[in-house]
Each structure stands twice: as C-alpha cells, then as structure tokens.
C-alpha cells in the first residue's frame, strides 16, 4: 500500500555531514507521522527524530543541537541532516510513516504503519 525509500547514507568522517531523504509513495490518503529509526550493529532499533502528529519535532537527546528533521508534505518526503557526525552515529538509518492508506472498497481508508529498506550511514576516519 505505502512504501518508503530511503537515499542519502554513506561513509563520512568525523565532523562531517550527511542529508538522508525518505520519499513515501502509494494509496497515500493522509500520513499522520514520519520520523528517522537507528540501529547499530547489536543494539536495538531507537528513535532519531521524528515529527508527531501535531507538527512538532522530537529528538534523541544523543543528536539534539546537531540533527534536524524537515518534511515536504507536498512530496510526501522526510529528510534528516545529520552534521558534526560522530563513529557513535554509525548505523543503519530507518525511515518510518504511520497513516491512513485509501482502502480497496471506494470511499474506505485502512491505516497503515511503514518501513523504509534502512540506509547505511558510517562516520569514520
């Protein structure tokens, strides 16, 4: 129904930058939150930053002052930049939207709550 693609990991060294992007396409009626997931190698999947259903932002007190997250509402698109990386931001960068889909049956919405492929993200020297 909703599939989110991930672009933008790479390998960067210490104090350098990266810009993920996270465009959702599909039978889109409405996406109520988007935000970026990390996990590294042996730990668990954790909140990096996301948007709530009333517009504003949260962050990971690990990324605060250094991380920002912006939506393209009209491209459907979330983005992180992720400056002053650090080797502890190395992991695998998630994209997540929680929504409503437009159902099979006309005039029906189904909610629904997706997962991008990851992206790599590497901060060393």
């Known amino acids: 129904q909703v599939q989110l693609v991930e672009s933008g990991g790479g390998l960067v060294q210490p104090g350098g930058s990266l810009r993920l992007s996270c465009a959702a396409s599909g039978t889109i009626s409405s996406i109520n939150t988007m935000a970026w997931f990390r996990q590294a190698p042996g730990n668990q999947r954790e909140l990096v930053a996301r948007f709530t259903s009333g517009g504003s932002t949260n962050y990971a007190d690990s990324v605060k002052g250094r991380f920002t997250i912006s939506r393209d509402n009209a491209k459907n698109t979330v983005y992180l930049q992720m400056n002053s990386l650090k080797p502890e931001d190395t992991a695998v960068y998630y994209c997540?939207?929680?929504?409503?889909?437009?159902?099979?049956?006309?005039?029906?919405?189904?909610?629904?709550?997706?997962w991008g492929q990851g992206t790599q993200v590497t901060v060393s020297s």
């Open positions: 997540n939207a929680v929504g409503w889909a437009y159902g099979s049956a006309v005039g029906t919405r189904v909610p629904f709550r997706s």
